[in-house]
Nanobody, 115 residues
Framework: QVQLVESGGGSVQLGGSLRLSCVAS????????MGWYRQAPGKERELVAT???????NYAEYVKGRFTISSDNAKNTVYLQMNSLKPEDTAVYYC?????????WGQGTQVTVSS
């Protein structure tokens, strides 16, 4: 059974930083891509950033220059370094993985930014 487990969420003040981690475990052939999405109350889930196995990255406009996605393929782990956090970044952050031919989601981790 494949699982994605996130960690690193929490509460910070405006301008603070957090680092999220997501580990993929279980039986799968290869990681095609991993990424982070977020969902704020009353809003749809939206893309934050993605990274392929070749380490090609893609960012949503609203996080460019503030967030950095990276991966450690040997550890099947993806990270999201979030700097200069704003209250509008408050959301549940979900890890997504395209592993072999299937899509998987983590359970989500809450990020709260106060002003």
């Amino acid at each position: 059974q494949v699982q994605l487990v996130e960690s690193g969420g929490g509460s910070v003040q405006l301008g603070g930083s957090l680092r999220l981690s997501c580990v993929a475990s279980g039986m799968f052939f290869r990681i095609v891509a991993m990424g982070w999405y977020r969902q704020a109350p009353g809003k749809e889930r939206e893309l934050v950033a993605t990274i392929t196995s070749a380490e090609s990255t893609n960012y949503a406009e609203y996080v460019k220059g503030r967030f950095t996605i990276s991966s450690d393929n040997a550890k099947n782990t993806v990270y999201l370094q979030m700097n200069s956090l704003k209250p509008e970044d408050t959301a549940v952050y979900y890890c997504h993985g395209r592993l072999s031919h299937y899509d998987y989601w983590g359970q989500g981790t809450q990020v709260t930014v106060s002003s």
